[in-house]
Nanobody
C-alpha cells in the first residue's frame, strides 16, 4: 500500500539543470528518511543524496552540484541537479524509510526516472 512516484527526469545538455520529485503515498504513519540513488547502465547502484530526519548526505560525485530537500507536509522529496555532466546519466530511484500505520518499519523504492545528460 506504499507507493513512491518519481518524476522530472529527461534529456538535458551538459551544464543544464533538472529537478526530480518523489511523492510518497499510501499506508504511511511517518517518514524517517527519503533519498535518491542512481544506476548507470552496467554499473552498480550508488547513493546520490539522502535526507534522514533533517540530516543530509551527498555522494562525493554530486556534492556542490545537487541539493536534496523535503516537503514533509506533502511527503515529497526533491533533488535539484545543477551543472549536470554526462557522467550523471542514470536511472534515478527514490527510496524511503518509513513507518506504516501499523508501526512496521519499511524501506520502499520507487520505479525510477531516467536522466540523460548529452550534447
Amino acid at each position: 500500500q506504499v507507493q513512491l512516484v518519481e518524476s522530472g527526469g529527461g534529456l538535458v545538455q551538459p551544464g543544464g539543470s533538472l529537478r526530480l520529485s518523489c511523492v510518497a503515498s499510501g499506508n504511511i504513519f511517518r517518514i524517517h528518511a527519503m533519498g535518491w540513488y542512481r544506476r548507470a547502465p552496467g554499473k552498480q547502484l550508488d547513493l546520490v543524496a539522502i535526507d534522514s530526519d533533517g540530516n543530509t548526505t551527498y555522494a562525493d560525485a554530486v556534492r556542490g552540484r545537487f541539493t536534496i530537500s523535503r516537503d514533509n507536509a506533502k511527503n515529497t522529496v526533491y533533488l535539484q541537479m545543477d551543472s549536470l555532466k554526462p557522467e550523471d546519466t542514470a536511472v534515478y530511484y527514490c527510496k524511503s524509510e518509513l513507518t506504516t500505520n501499523q508501526l512496521l518499519l519499511l524501506h520502499h523504492w520507487g520505479q525510477g526516472t531516467q536522466v540523460t545528460v548529452s550534447s
